[in-house]
């Protein structure tokens, strides 16, 4: 199964959905970094484990745990930084790097949104992104 995408309205509709488990690190990972390899790949890097790992990069979503991107990538990746992520409610997908009157680096469809908005373009609050293991999914709080 591949990663999922959820998208939430505020952080009280995600403390209401995840109430059983905000607290377990299995669930409720801090996301630290994404990255982006344009148009081909995104990387998602969390500090949840300290051996070193081999990134499966035949996946559109790869997953880095141990908290740091090998050095192999550090020259063909953009960091993913505060206000370059978007939700299209219209498109229901995440424009990631967003650039006028031009496609986005990256872009990938959101799997589920909770909340209630009309057609438009929301920003993601870059202090709300948690990776949940046991589901596989990636969580993002407008």
Same mark, same amino acid.
């Given at each position: 199964?591949?990663?999922?995408?959820?998208?939430?309205?505020?952080?009280?509709?995600?403390?209401?959905?995840?109430?059983?488990?905000?607290?377990?690190?299995? $669930?409720? *990972? /801090?996301?630290?970094?994404?990255?982006?390899? @344009? #148009?081909?790949?995104?990387?998602?890097?969390?500090? &949840?484990?300290?051996?070193?790992?081999?990134?499966?990069?035949?996946?559109?979503?790869?997953?880095?745990?141990?908290?740091?991107?090998?050095?192999?990538?550090?020259?063909?990746?953009?960091?993913?930084?505060?206000?370059?992520?978007? $939700?299209? *409610? /219209?498109?229901?997908?995440?424009?990631?790097? @967003? #650039?006028?009157?031009?496609?986005?680096?990256?872009? &990938?469809?959101?799997?589920?949104?909770?909340?209630?908005?009309?057609?438009?373009?929301?920003?993601?609050?870059?202090?709300?992104?948690?990776?949940?293991?046991?589901?596989?999914?990636?969580?993002?709080?407008?």
């Amino acid at each position: 199964m591949a990663t999922s995408f959820y998208v939430y309205s505020s952080l009280e509709v995600y403390n209401r959905i995840y109430k059983d488990f905000i607290e377990d690190p299995m $669930f409720n *990972a /801090k996301l630290i970094d994404i990255y982006i390899v @344009p #148009r081909l790949h995104l990387i998602a890097v969390t500090n &949840t484990n300290n051996q070193k790992e081999r990134l499966n990069m035949n996946r559109t979503i790869v997953h880095a745990r141990n908290g740091v991107l090998p050095e192999e990538l550090k020259g063909t990746v953009d960091l993913i930084k505060h206000n370059q992520c978007v $939700f299209d *409610a /219209k498109k229901n997908k995440l424009l990631f790097k @967003p #650039r006028f009157l031009r496609s986005p680096l990256y872009e &990938t469809k959101v799997d589920r949104f909770y909340g209630d908005f009309h057609k438009g373009k929301y920003k993601v609050n870059w202090e709300h992104r948690f990776y949940d293991f046991m589901r596989d999914r990636i969580n993002l709080v407008l």
